[in-house]
């Protein structure tokens, strides 16, 4: 299983996904600024591994606190909580991992300085773990969604460089391939990072999955030709009525497949669903660098003095999810009663 992050005595450590394909080096951090550089600069990505890394980036950061007393370590916590949530808006997964180190630190805050450290460190292993059995359980339920044989478009890459192992949307694809179905997949390359081509594409190839890669144009025309049957993406945000952001592009994948009649799949881990959020409205899309587009491998493609969109996501409102797979269960329309069970069931991955 790839290493996407994991906690070591002397940091937390990361596969480099910016070196991807053509070299897999890993990069260790050995202090929560170094891991907040590591979010905001896509050295590791994917909603649940933010997450994770989150909660290590909070842990290390406090591990690593000179406080004497518990008010001066909460002092620094929170300080360490707010310089790792400034890092990337939109994948609500960052922000779930620091309400839940503060719930814990909350939790202990009776005990010694050395307590609450030793039990924040154990909180983020604990939640390395659990991402690893959602995405299984995931997977597990999502297979039964996939056709027998036939092709399966995926977006971006929801896999396990983008969680702790396994993967969301990979995950179930790995596991319908494990079930025994004949899946090819079709990825889109996912411009302008391009984490299909250099990420998804790696992955299954790795894993001997039978794979195509596309242009992120080219997703209509093998529609149309009756090459996709069904469509699985992951999810960085889904809000309270069903509405999906993911990596930019989804959006016009899944008006493709509604129009074309493929089942569209999103797979996502409950700590995606805000059920805060009301809708895909209230969902803060991250913009980033111009230079995503104008530049590719350090060359200009582009002209001087162009102007440049760039945002990192969009939104797929709900009417076009056929339905959304959880470690919970699955989730299908109306999309914001089923989210609304699901939040009450008893989870056993």
Request: glycine letters at 8%.
């Amino acid at each position: 299983m790839i290493k996407t992050v994991e906690w070591t005595r002397e940091g937390v450590q990361f596969i480099d996904q910016r070196k991807l394909p053509t070299e897999e080096v890993y990069v260790l951090c050995r202090n929560y600024q170094e891991v907040a550089i590591a979010i905001r600069d896509m050295i590791v990505r994917g909603a649940p591994a933010i997450g994770v890394t989150a909660a290590m980036g909070v842990a290390l950061g406090v591990q690593q606190s000179s406080a004497k007393d518990i008010q001066a370590l909460r002092s620094d916590f929170n300080h360490i909580c707010q310089v790792i949530g400034e890092t990337r808006p939109t994948a609500v997964n960052l922000f779930w991992a620091i309400r839940r180190m503060k719930d814990k630190f909350d939790a202990v805050a009776g005990q010694s300085v050395e307590t609450i450290k030793a039990t924040l460190v154990k909180e983020a292993q604990q939640m390395h773990v659990e991402d690893i059995a959602a995405n299984e359980a995931m997977g597990r339920h999502g297979a039964t969604l996939m056709p027998s044989s036939g092709g399966v478009l995926t977006h971006c890459n929801a896999g396990a460089l983008a969680t702790c192992g396994y993967g969301t949307a990979l995950g179930v694809i790995r596991a319908a391939v494990e079930a025994g179905k004949q899946i090819h997949v079709f990825a889109d390359e996912t411009r302008p990072f391009l984490q299909g081509a250099r990420l998804t594409a790696w992955e299954l190839i790795k894993d001997g999955i039978k794979t195509t890669l596309i242009a992120d144009n080219m997703a209509g025309a093998m529609m149309r030709q009756g090459k996709i049957k069904a469509v699985v993406v992951g999810a960085d945000r889904i809000a309270a009525n069903g509405d999906v952001a993911n990596k930019i592009g989804t959006y016009t994948v899944a008006v493709l497949a509604k129009e074309h009649g493929i089942p569209f799949y999103v797979a996502a881990p409950w700590s995606t669903v805000d059920l805060n959020t009301p809708t895909g409205e209230q969902i803060p899309i991250e913009q980033r660098s111009a230079k995503e587009m104008t530049h590719h491998a350090g060359k200009q493609i582009a002209p001087e003095g162009v102007l440049v969109e760039n945002p990192a996501f969009d939104v797929t409102p709900n009417k076009y999810v056929t339905a959304i797979i959880t470690e919970r269960g699955i989730a299908r329309a109306p999309l914001a009663d089923s989210l609304k069970e699901l939040a009450g069931a008893v989870v056993s991955v």
